[in-house]
């Protein structure tokens, strides 16, 4: 399966700041990554898929000017939560698509204070 | 919209004893069905998958079958251990590759 990286694995900031999510992926070259947001006890909701080259494709709901998302090449995508509050505190995972199955990152920690 | 259901929510099992989870789709284009497991804070790992063209798969201790015509899909874990204890995540897809994922099983097997 592909091998996929995040960073950082956890963050706290403070409420108006701006935090910038990697993911990569390390063995082949994806054209297409995921992102992903996880609260505690639920499951996976898709926020956006990114497209290298393109504007990236956000799901219904999900505020494209507060979740930036730019895939400026075929190994990094990059997710900026714009002016964190609170409630933008979970857990943040991309994956990228190899052939038909998605290979997830370990995932983004982040607590707006 | 396209829909995935997931039961049960919560899955306890003595160790020794066989698993089963079940989930069933809304889309009839859906045409791969993965299913991860997730360990507290870390990331989905998949764990087996099935096409739409395959009624059962297996590998080892785990298994798939898929009911086309039902729309249902399965995942079975016989002889469970401590370890296999986690949130297991059944998943739909058409062409597109969205996944469309279950809301989860919390597996425990108690020794």
């Known amino acids: 399966g592909a091998v996929v990286s995040q960073h950082p694995s956890w963050v706290i900031c403070k409420s108006g700041t701006s935090v910038k999510i990697e993911c990569r992926s390390l063995?082949?070259?994806?054209?297409?990554m995921f992102w992903y947001r996880q609260f505690p006890k639920q499951s996976l909701m898709l926020m956006a898929t990114s497209n290298e080259g393109s504007k990236a494709t956000y799901e219904q709901g999900v505020e494209k000017d507060k979740f930036l998302i730019n895939h400026a090449s075929l190994t990094l995508s990059t997710l900026t939560v714009t002016s964190a509050h609170p409630e933008d505190s979970s857990f943040y995972i991309c994956?990228?698509?190899?052939?038909?199955?998605?290979?997830f990152g370990p995932g983004t920690r982040l607590l707006v204070l | 919209g396209e829909n995935v259901e997931q039961h049960p929510s919560t899955l306890s099992v003595q160790e020794g004893d066989s698993a089963v989870i079940k989930c069933t789709y809304s889309?009839?284009?859906?045409?791969?069905f993965p299913w991860y497991k997730q360990e507290l804070g870390k990331r989905p790992q998949l764990i087996i998958d099935i096409r739409s063209n395959v009624g059962e798969k297996k590998d080892q201790r785990i298994a798939v079958t898929l009911n086309k015509t039902a729309k249902h899909f399965s995942l079975h874990i016989t002889e469970t251990q401590p370890e296999d204890s986690a949130v297991y995540f059944c998943?739909?897809?058409?062409?597109?590759?969205?996944?469309?994922f279950g809301t989860g099983t919390r597996l425990k097997v108690l020794a």
């Open positions: 063995d082949f070259q994806a054209t297409t």
């Open positions: 889309d009839s284009a859906s045409n791969y």
């Open positions: 998943a739909a897809t058409s062409g597109t590759y969205k996944y469309i």
């Open positions: 994956s990228t698509r190899y052939q038909e199955t998605q290979y």
